[in-house]
């Protein structure tokens, strides 16, 4: 409880920690603890305490705990590729916890304005209201909602995934692979909340404390070395049209400056297949030439972290018709056809006898890859060996 309070009290007090993202987690971080604190606020039965705080832990403890499970996915949602034409309703998303405030904030203040006197009816219907809003809110709102969310928590991190991959030559730093630990770990603590609310086994508080702080510095830690996606990641700014073999027609014309306009600026490429009337036939053969041209004179996939909006003005032309080209004539995404090359060129390394004493992990980064992992990941994805296996088969061989 306190460690969740201080990290993310930390947290908004550091200022290199206060971007959007950080303090969205910050965020979660206090409703985990205050929800930690209710309780033993409230049935401790504790005189030094004073009454304020026990009727603001009561007032709130409903409220907070049907807002973490938005919360948790506003991170998710904050860390991931997003749609800056697209707000997120943060009061859509926070809708019923911001109901319930508001239902126990006015039957909170009613009641202290009336006398406490059972035998009132005025006091009887207002306490009712409270008590039915604030159970409904726990046996059924609050699982709901923690299916929910975590539901289009893993959605969104599944379309994140897509999007990297058909944008990034890489994934250091941009994955969310650590987010399963993040979901499953509030899922563990939905059982604990409900766990405490009616076990009586006390002997296994340390225990679940425990747990919990492991769980708290590990997302703590993940979250603060997770590169979230700026403005100048998220999105290309393109002003020019793609480069053709042949004057458009008027339609096209008007189509392709349409697509490309600020008025209808499109996020990063989507892997998903482009209206074929928005390329023609020559365009797209151009297209293909041009690819194959660059990346055997160019080279570009040495570069680590090559993105397809910078490989697609490398061939004059815009990341939509590229990822569709890509798509359509490999049938690959951009990052598999980059990796692809990579990993012919470490194989040149590889087997070759000058570079023999040289590292995989040095071999991985000449070749185009950022790290030993999604070096030996792509290398065994397309050769079904990895890099060690594949130089010591090569090395039996010239033997």
């Known amino acids: 409880m306190l460690v969740a309070l201080t990290m993310g009290g930390g947290i908004l007090l550091i200022p290199r920690l206060r971007d959007s993202a950080m303090r969205i987690l910050a965020f979660f971080f206090l409703l985990f603890g205050y929800i930690l604190f209710c309780p033993i606020v409230i049935n401790a039965d504790l005189s030094y305490i004073p009454k304020f ?228 036939d020559s365009i797209r053969s151009k297209l293909k030439a041009d690819l194959l041209n660059c990346m055997d004179q160019k080279r570009p996939f040495l570069e680590q972290k090559l993105t397809v909006s910078q490989l697609a003005k490398l061939i004059n032309t815009n990341s939509k018709y590229l990822s569709y080209v890509l798509n359509n004539d490999f049938e690959q995404n951009f990052v598999s056809f980059i990796n692809s090359y990579r990993v012919e060129e470490a194989k040149k390394y590889l087997q070759s006898e000058e570079y023999s004493h040289i590292k995989i992990e040095a071999i991985g980064n000449m070749a185009g890859f950022r790290s030993k992992s999604s070096f030996n990941n792509a290398f065994k994805s397309m050769t079904a060996e990895t890099p060690s296996a594949f130089r010591k088969r090569i090395k039996k061989i010239d033997s």
């Open 53 to 280: 705080i026990e009727d603001f832990c009561s007032l709130l403890f409903f409220v907070a705990l049907l807002a973490i499970p938005s919360t948790v996915y506003y991170y998710v949602y904050e860390l991931s590729i997003k749609n800056k034409h697209k707000k997120l309703d943060l009061v859509k998303l926070y809708f019923f916890p911001i109901g319930l405030f508001i239902i126990n904030t006015i039957a909170f203040i009613a009641l202290k304005k009336l006398p406490d006197d059972s035998d009132s009816f005025y006091f009887t219907v207002i306490q009712d209201v409270m008590e039915y809003s604030n159970f409904i809110a726990i046996l059924f709102l609050f699982p709901l909602l923690s299916i929910f969310y975590i539901y289009i928590s893993f959605r969104r991190y599944s379309s994140n995934k897509k999007k990297i991959a058909a944008n990034y030559s890489y994934e250091e730093e941009l994955n969310l692979n650590w987010i399963w630990s993040f979901i499953i770990g509030y899922a563990v603590f939905i059982g604990v909340v409900y766990f405490l609310q009616i076990s009586s086994l006390s002997s296994l508080n340390p225990w679940i404390g425990l747990l919990m702080l492991i769980y708290l510095f590990l997302i703590g830690y993940k979250g603060y070395r997770q590169v979230g996606f700026n403005a100048e990641m998220m999105y290309e700014q393109e002003t020019e049209t793609v480069a053709v073999v042949e004057q458009p027609s008027v339609l096209e014309a008007t189509i392709l400056k349409s697509k490309v306009s600020p008025k209808n600026e499109q996020p990063l490429s989507q892997p998903v297949v482009l209206e074929e009337e928005l390329i023609s």
